[in-house]
């Protein structure tokens, strides 16, 4: 069955740290790769995206990933945290090989900045 | 633009009531999703409308259906409300649909409390 997994459920990170954090994916062929971001109480923001070409995709907020296909993988990465990133962090997939738009999401990554 | 609207933010129902929640997309999109968003099962697809017709349907009982207009709004039932139905429920936008790159847009959610 086609799945993602986020292995980190918390992450905390001081802020002007560091982030990154984990997505895997198990499908049969290169799926379309997303990160949302959700504040709470909140609806879901796209972060950026990928469907092919450049591994190495830029997002908002200062956000970039990097899609590996040897490790079914697309980690989220920020050079310094703020604050303000304090979030519930979701990986997703779209099926490439199948009509519609249906999101397939991880169990997501809440993000806890220290000051 | 305006973003995704739903409509109402918050409901409070009793068990066995039925609840409609109401979406309306973002202008010139023709596609809509629904996801549930529980704790314990995370993001979960519903379904999507694409042309009023559904065109994908996740794994939930019956009692969660759904509907698109002509002018691509979309409204979902609940019927015979059970405890575990209390969720936040969200609603996506996307251009169009079918075997094309398309981005999700997420409005903020409907949150369902059922007592």
């Known amino acids: 069955a086609q799945s993602v997994t986020q292995p980190d459920i918390h992450i905390t990170v001081s802020e002007g740290a560091s982030l990154e954090l984990r997505c895997n994916y198990s499908?049969?062929?290169?799926?379309?790769l997303f990160w949302y971001v959700q504040s709470p109480g909140q609806g879901l923001q796209l972060l950026l995206k990928?469907?092919?070409?450049?591994?190495l995709v830029q997002g908002i907020k200062g956000f970039e990933a990097e899609f590996k296909r040897s490790q079914s993988s697309f980690n989220l990465r920020k050079p310094s945290v703020h604050w303000s990133d304090a979030a519930e962090y979701f990986c997703?997939?779209?099926?490439?090989?199948?009509?519609?738009?249906?999101?397939?999401f991880g169990g997501g990554t809440r993000v806890l900045v220290k000051p | 633009k305006a973003g995704v609207t739903q409509t109402p933010r918050y409901l409070i129902k009793t068990r066995g009531q039925q609840v409609t929640l109401s979406c309306s997309p973002i202008?010139?999109?023709?596609?809509v999703s629904w996801y549930q968003q529980t704790p314990g099962q995370g993001l979960q697809f519903l379904f999507e409308?694409?042309?009023?017709?559904?065109?994908n349907k996740g794994n939930f009982p019956g009692r969660f259906s759904g509907r698109q207009f002509s002018n691509s709004r979309s409204e979902m039932n609940v019927s015979t409300l059970e405890l575990g139905d209390s969720a936040l429920y969200l609603c996506?936008?996307?251009?169009?649909?079918?075997?094309?790159?398309?981005?999700?847009?997420f409005g903020a959610g409907t949150r369902l409390s059922v007592l």
């Open positions: 996506a936008s996307s251009e169009d649909w079918g075997w094309t790159k398309n981005i999700q847009y």
């Open positions: 499908y049969g062929a290169t799926p379309y």
């Open positions: 990928y469907f092919s070409g450049d591994t």
């Open positions: 997703a997939v779209v099926d490439s090989k199948a009509a519609g738009n249906k999101l397939t």
């Open positions: 202008s010139g999109h023709r596609s």
């Open positions: 409308y694409f042309s009023e017709t559904q065109r």
